[in-house]
């Protein structure tokens, strides 16, 4: 059965992205009702945007995303792998369930929440670890290509953007949704699937 044979997934992260915000959330569901193990990993999409050309507001949104995933990049880089997911979900919490706008604020908040040191917000602004978050981000965008967005999720090796959803789903409800991209997963010469999007995400 789909939910014995994997037991692995990877997935790939910006904290600004409601549809990753929606999708992490399902993927903590699945750990609740089928055997997996998942590894959380950081993405840019200031960095997947990098020399695009935008509309001006949605540059601006880009220059202010480097803000977040630096801090992540730079806690992980000083206090392991383990202090990522405790990072996106308190900074998620302030953006998307809180609609705190103001990253500086966001940053302050999850460092402290997490027990981090305050210092730490200072690498939202420095390029010092841009390297490694580079690094981070091409490993999961180089498993789909650059046409996509966040999230990234990887089934035993096997990535796909998304899957983009607008609601968590709940339970066993969560669990066949796995089961269901584990199936498409497991043939190798399965791409995409996609349909017009009719709606924004709500987190409750």
Known sequence: MPETAVSKADFWFDPLCPFAWITSHWVGEVEEVRDIQTEWHVMSLAVL??????????????????GPVRVIIAAREQ??????????DAMGSLIHDGGEKDFGIVISKALAECGLPAGLAAEASSDAFDPQLRASHEEGISLVGQDVGTPVVAF?????????LTRIPRGEEAGRLWDAAVTL?????FFEIKRSRTERPEFN
């Open 185 to 189: 997963a497991s043939y190798p010469h």
């Open 79 to 88: 206090h392991g792998d383990q202090v990522i997911k405790p990072l996106y």
């Open 49 to 66: 945007n990098e020399g695009r050309e935008l509309d001006p507001g949605y540059q601006e949104a880009m220059d202010k995303a480097w």
């Open 156 to 164: 035993n090796g096997t990535a796909f953007f998304g899957p983009v």
